[in-house]
């Protein structure tokens, strides 16, 4: 009964494919978010959608698209990856934007997916 | 721009006590987090303060203070699994977390 599920855990690919990385929350969390985090360990956000709805969206490339099918699912495609690609990417949820208002915002982290672009 | 500062390592010996300090400039506050990461695995939140203050919970206690922008975790009678990175995370005006790169807590027997 995991919380906030990742797949795949690792994935390694080459240079200029195309991939995707599911996420999903059973929490009933209204929140989700998409993290990378590089080899010296800073989190940075790339992506917030509160119930299928973006409302963070980082400087961050546009081979790189979140799809938010119901507000339990927020998985991320990637084109033509680089090299650059490869760190861990955590998707995380939290209760949403009453919580966040009142600056309390829990967020709960899946497991990673470690993605290696060879 | 925005900052998080915490030293990079920490070295702490079992049944010990060791504080880890965070200092912040942000846009705007709401409250400051702290998560615990082992190696290979997700973040998983620790504590939460937006008044100053400590609040203690269990062996790890958060202390905050607004008007110099610092925290620190305080962490006691240490066991071996308490090794891990610890993250400084402050929510700024927009509601964003700003993250810390982390404090690797290194315990020794």
């Known amino acids: 009964d995991t919380a906030v599920s990742q797949t795949p855990k690792y994935l390694v690919t080459q240079m200029g494919n195309d991939k995707s990385i599911k996420c999903e929350q059973n929490?009933?969390?209204?929140?989700m978010y998409w993290y990378k985090q590089d080899s010296k360990k800073f989190l940075k956000i790339m992506f917030s959608y509160n119930n299928k709805e973006l409302i963070i969206n980082e400087t961050v490339p546009n081979r790189f698209s979140p799809k938010s099918p119901d507000k339990a699912h927020l998985n991320l495609h990637i084109n033509s990856l680089e090299l650059g690609d490869s760190a861990v990417y955590f998707c995380a949820s939290s209760q949403g934007v009453r919580e966040v208002l009142i600056g309390s915002d829990t967020q709960y982290f899946g497991p990673g997916t470690r993605l290696t672009v060879l | 721009g925005q900052n998080i500062d915490q030293p990079t390592e920490m070295t702490a010996t079992e049944g010990a006590i060791v504080q880890i300090n965070c200092t912040y400039q942000t846009s705007g506050f709401n409250g400051l987090f702290w998560y615990q990461q082992h190696a290979g695995e997700a973040p998983t939140f620790l504590s939460y303060n937006v008044l100053d203050g400590l609040e203690e919970k269990g062996r790890f206690s958060s202390f905050l203070s607004r008007s110099k922008g610092y925290s620190y975790l305080l962490l006691k009678e240490l066991q071996m699994k308490d090794s891990a990175s610890y993250l400084c995370?402050?929510?700024?005006?927009?509601?964003?977390?700003?993250w810390g790169a982390g404090t690797k807590l290194i315990i020794k027997p």
């Open positions: 929490l009933g969390h209204d929140t």
């Open positions: 995370a402050v929510m700024d005006s927009n509601y964003q977390l700003i």
